[in-house]
Structures are given as structure tokens and as C-alpha cells.
């Protein structure tokens, strides 16, 4: 197991409380994540911010646009300090080869690495036939990974129920695992699990964004999340 598998999802208006958040929770969590609400808001000045605070930065910018496009922000990525930056394997293979080859550029021998985006969490599988897709999440989420290891990606972002599919398929890819939930939060989540259970299932990193931000206490939130993953 990494020595601590979370990643806080900072999902807030501005990049001073991101900031101030991040300040408050490192002591309980392993990386801190941007995403588009902040990259779009504040900017990508909000990763050099964090990066300043000594934790790796994951950087949910979801690319997804021609391979050149893609590869041309997976290296700006880099230069502000991203460890992790995601892309939709949706996007395709050659999509997901130039993103890997950018942040490699990008990011001038520090480690980093590609996630792709696999079926977001908030999707079910009533949500995917309507689009047209006729497979179930698992199905798609195999072949996805499939083709994430292939292109060079260092994991998958995926939901807890998918672990195992991804394991099974590539089991290279490191498992990002968003959803995690502890009790029924009515929010837009559809595929959840608990911290332990997703950890049980095999993932290797789990983002947890509201019930650490949006807790009366998010240091106590994240402390209890890391106590009951340590207590396994
Ligand atoms: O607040 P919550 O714990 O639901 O946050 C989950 C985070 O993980 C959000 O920042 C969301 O963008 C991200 N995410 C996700 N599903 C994916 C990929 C990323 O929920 N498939």
C-alpha cells in the first residue's frame, strides 16, 4: 500500500480556501487534487500554490480533445508541477500516447504520470444506454484499461465496483478511485463504496472530495477515513 492512499479532492470556489483546506487536511492525506472547478476559476496558478506545500498535486483537467490539443496541456500541466494529470480514454489511444508524451516533456524528469478517465462515477448503466452504449459499466470500464496500459498511462481513474475488472484487465495500471462514501449522501454519486471496502477491492489511491470538505471537522473527516483504511 502507498503510505497514505488519499487524495483530497479540493472542489471549492477560489484558490485561497483551496489553499487554506489543503493547509488544514495534509497532516491525514497523501496528494491534494484540482479540478475544473478550480483550473477554469482561479487557474492553473492554483497547482503551483499547491505544489508549494509539499504534497503531490493531481490534476483533474479530464482532457479530451485531439491528440496535438491534449498534448500541448499535458505539458503545461507539467510545468506548474503536476504529478498526475487525467485524460478520457474516450479520447482514444493516440489521444492518451500524446498526453503521456507531453507531461513526460512538460514536467522536465520529475515523476509523473497520466491517469485516464474511465465511466465517471456519477454515471449508471441506465446512463450509458442513453448515450447509446450498450455495455454495462464494467464491460467498458475493461476495455478502457486495456487501452490506458497500452498508451503508457500510470492508472485508471474508476469506481470502487470496477476495481477488480481493472486488476483483471491491466493489471499494471495503478486504481483511482473516486465514490468513496460513508453513509447515503443523496449527492450525484451512483457507484460508491466505503473507504476499506474500496481499499479491500484493490484500489491504490482514493479521491475523496465532500465528505472530507464538506465535514463539520474535514480534519477530523480525514483522520477517521485514514484510521479506518490503517485499521484493515
Ligand atoms: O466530493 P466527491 O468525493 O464526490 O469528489 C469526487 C471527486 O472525484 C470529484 O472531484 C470528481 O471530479 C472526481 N471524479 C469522479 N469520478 C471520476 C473521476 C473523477 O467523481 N470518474
Redesign the pocket.
Known amino acids: 500500500m502507498v503510505d497514505n492512499p488519499i487524495i483530497v ?1 479540493l ?1 471549492l470556489p477560489t484558490a485561497e480556501e483551496a489553499v487554506r483546506m489543503a493547509q488544514r487536511v495534509a497532516p491525514h492525506v497523501g496528494a491534494f ?1 484540482v ?2 472547478g478550480l483550473l477554469h476559476g482561479p487557474g492553473p496558478g492554483t497547482i503551483d500554490a499547491l505544489v508549494r506545500l509539499g504534497r503531490p498535486v493531481f490534476v ?1 483537467a479530464k482532457l479530451h480533445d485531439i491528440p496535438s490539443q491534449v498534448e500541448a496541456a499535458a505539458d503545461k500541466l507539467g510545468r506548474h508541477g503536476a504529478r498526475w494529470v ?1 485524460a478520457h480514454v474516450s479520447g482514444g489511444a493516440a489521444m492518451l500516447e500524446a498526453a503521456c508524451a507531453g507531461l513526460d516533456r512538460g514536467s522536465g524528469g520529475a515523476q509523473a504520470g497520466i491517469l485516464g ?6 454515471l449508471a448503466e441506465a446512463d450509458l444506454h442513453r448515450i447509446g452504449i450498450q455495455r454495462t459499466p464494467g464491460q467498458l470500464v475493461g476495455k478502457m484499461a486495456k487501452v490506458a496500459e497500452t498508451a503508457g498511462c500510470e492508472g485508471l ?3 470502487p465496483l470496477e476495481i477488480n475488472v481493472v486488476r483483471q484487465a491491466a493489471p499494471s495500471l495503478a486504481r483511482v478511485t ?3 462514501r460513508n453513509e447515503a449522501s443523496g ?3 451512483a457507484r460508491v463504496a466505503t473507504a476499506s471496502d474500496a481499499m479491500d477491492r484493490g484500489a491504490t489511491y482514493l ?5 472530507i ?1 464538506r465535514a463539520p471537522s474535514p480534519e477530523t473527516a480525514a483522520e477517521k477515513i485514514l484510521a479506518e483504511i490503517s485499521s484493515r
Not at 478517465?117 to 456519477?122: A, I, K, Y
Not at 479521491?207 to 465528505?211: A, D, H, I, L, Q
Open positions: 479532492a472542489d487534487k479540478g475544473l483533474d487525467t478517465v474511465s465511466v465517471l462515477t456519477s481513474v474508476c469506481s473516486p465514490g468513496i449527492d450525484d454519486q479521491v475523496v472530495g465532500r465528505p470538505t
